[in-house]
């Protein structure tokens, strides 16, 4: 960034300082090592074996893609920044909205509906953003809160469960500490969530979580998953974050031995998919790495 030349080529794309060109980054060699053997039984492409041109148009036709590392900056687990990969874009740097990062967008995204459940105005977030649909996680969460006047239906209960998922899954991995006040750190949105054990229990991980607490986020995903569930659904919604933020908190203490004990134990109860399912692949291709050159 010291040089003109190049701090005003990065300065028409949107960057300009060195925090944003930090969120850029997306794995570490470590990382690279581990997605390569997770992909490892793939063919090599080669003048003998051209795999890429073979396979190519039949993944163009069938809509596939190969995006094991493109997708990393932008999927809901923490995972680039609870293995010290980057952070979220700090408050204080705005994100490019050129559209060339997606990461960026979907940042300016979390900051509006952060903005919404605070209460506070959401227009200094709009820039880049379809206003009719940006904030609506933010406002459906809002409205699926039930009065506390009374006992709860399963109905409604059922409703809440899901909006708060997907709200966790567009800001936890995408706003710093300070903007996550008022989403899940001392939520403004709900206010009698004590009444329900479950939910209560819910929160406190997604709380720890937040707030980068690795021993909280161990302590509560542990307990998390320990608790036999009368909802149903509470399990169906959350247990993949509980798993994920339990491998994520292990991970980060080198505990890898206790990351493969940990698939060993839920692998076939917990159904992983997507972005949750690469993460638990990748840290087990990790775990599996570590363990072998300490051996």
Not at 188 to 213: F, P, V
Not at 254 to 267: I, K, M, T
Request: charged share 20%.
């Amino acid at each position: 960034m010291e040089s003109p030349p190049l701090r005003e080529e990065l300065a028409s794309i949107g960057i300009t300082g060195t925090d944003q060109l930090a969120f850029r980054k997306i794995a570490d060699m470590k990382m690279l090592r581990a997605l390569g053997d997770v992909y490892k039984g793939l063919p090599v492409n080669s003048d003998f074996h051209p795999v890429l041109s073979l396979q190519a148009p039949k993944a163009r036709f069938k809509h596939e893609n190969a995006d094991g590392i493109i997708s990393l900056p932008f999927q809901a687990p923490q995972t680039l920044e609870l293995m010290g990969i980057r952070t979220p874009l700090g408050s204080s740097s705005a994100p490019s909205l050129l559209g060339h990062f997606s990461a960026d967008l979907i940042t300016q995204r979390a900051r509006a509906i952060s903005a919404e459940l605070r209460g506070e105005d959401t227009t200094p977030f709009m820039t880049g953003l379809e206003p009719s649909k940006a904030i609506v996680p933010a406002t459906l969460l809002k409205a699926a809160v039930p009065p506390c006047t009374r006992a709860w239906s399963n109905a409604e209960t059922y409703t809440l469960i899901t909006r708060m998922r997907e709200v966790a899954d567009l800001t936890l991995a995408f706003l710093p500490i300070g903007m996550q006040d008022g989403v899940f750190i001392n939520p403004k949105w709900i206010r009698c969530g004590e009444a329900n054990k479950e939910l209560t229990l819910t929160l406190s991980m997604l709380s720890a979580m937040a707030r980068r607490d690795v021993q909280q986020i161990e302590e509560t995903s542990r307990e998390w998953l320990g608790t036999e569930f009368e909802n149903t659904l509470l399990r169906e919604e959350f247990a993949s974050l509980a798993i994920s933020g339990l491998s994520l908190s292990l991970a980060t203490q080198n505990r890898w031995e206790e990351v493969l004990a940990l698939e060993d134990r839920y692998a076939g109860k917990v159904r992983l998919t997507g972005a949750y399912l690469q993460q638990q692949l990748l840290l087990v291709s990790m775990a599996k790495a570590s363990l072998k050159k300490t051996n």
